[in-house]
């Protein structure tokens, strides 16, 4: 349910874009990511046992809820910047509620290789840092 959710808000956050190339980052960005999360839920639902009839319909179901997010963003993406910027911050939040409360403290919990996640850890939020610097200032509408 909540991979189902994130990927509500993740078709919001590229359905309230209005710039093209913006919109094609995320893109990227939102495929890059989505099979590995497939194949999360597929894993998890395996190791639950979940029968196969019930595990397609669960994976029918998540695969909807990101173009269902896109046509709610693409509904609020014409109410204006105030409208624009609660979506695309209630969007932002839970891509960090995510990757913060159920991904990162997963990895940290396991005993192997702690120094080395740490290590890639900071060196994501460096990156992270460095490509806010480098991007360009919007363009006022």
């Known amino acids: 349910m909540a991979?189902?959710?994130?990927?509500?808000f993740e078709g919001i956050a590229l359905g309230v874009l209005n710039n093209?190339?913006?919109?094609?980052?995320?893109f990227i960005a939102i495929i890059a990511h989505k099979?590995?999360?497939?194949?999360?839920l597929g894993i998890s639902f395996y190791?639950?046992?979940?029968?196969?009839?019930i595990f397609i319909k669960m994976l029918?179901?998540?695969?909807?809820?990101?173009?269902?997010?896109?046509?709610?963003?693409m509904y609020f993406s014409k109410s204006g910047l105030l409208i624009e910027g609660i979506m695309l911050s209630i969007s932002s939040g839970t891509f960090l509620y995510v990757s913060t409360s159920e991904v990162i403290v997963e990895e940290f919990s396991s005993k192997g290789s702690k120094y080395l996640k740490f290590f890639?850890?900071?060196i994501g939020g460096?990156?992270?840092?460095i490509?806010?610097?480098?991007?360009?200032?919007?363009i006022s509408q």
Do not use: D, M, R
């Open 3 to 8: 991979l189902s959710l994130h990927g509500i």
């Open 20 to 26: 093209n190339n913006e919109c094609i980052i995320l």
């Open 35 to 40: 099979w590995a999360e497939s194949f999360t």
């Open 47 to 53: 190791n639950a046992g979940i029968q196969t009839k």
């Open 60 to 73: 029918i179901i998540f695969t909807f809820f990101t173009p269902v997010g896109i046509l709610i963003g």
């Open 120 to 122: 890639f850890y900071l």
């Open 126 to 129: 460096f990156l992270t840092v």
């Open 131 to 138: 490509l806010n610097i480098l991007e360009p200032a919007p």
